[in-house]
């Protein structure tokens, strides 16, 4: 499967971006989906996922009850709304994914995934 991420841009501090994740292949609605950021000279750090049926989400502390994970099988897409952004949430976003079943569990470590998106830049300005 090929991912492309989508949506990111700059921001004020307490708006919202809403960030897109395409994916090729008929298959889609195998794959785990997770979301990961970065900034330059720290991990990659888990953000939120959602497995195959997308009743099934997780979500780090920092962003939970500000950030939501959706998917659309249909289309091949899976979302992540940010809402009441801060400083501390600029990085380079990056979706991922991995084939699962609606019984796995949680994924959280990016080598739990086996295909990447190009990442996109999300910068929210204090």
């Known amino acids: 499967v090929q991912l492309q991420a989508s949506g990111g841009g700059l921001v004020q501090a307490g708006g919202s971006l809403r960030l897109s994740c395409a994916a090729s292949g008929r298959t889609f609605s195998t794959y785990a989906v997770g979301w990961f950021r970065q900034v330059p000279g720290k991990e990659r750090e888990f953000v939120a996922s959602?497995?195959?049926?997308?009743?099934?989400?997780y979500y780090a502390d920092s962003v939970k009850g500000r950030f939501t994970v959706s998917r659309d099988n249909a289309e091949n897409m899976v979302y992540l709304q940010m809402s009441s952004l801060n400083p501390e949430d600029t990085a380079v976003y990056y979706c991922a994914a991995r084939r699962a079943t609606h019984y796995s569990g949680h994924y959280w470590r990016p080598t739990d995934y086996d295909y990447w998106g190009q990442g996109t830049l999300v910068t929210v300005s204090s």
């Open positions: 959602v497995l195959i049926r997308g009743d099934q989400t």
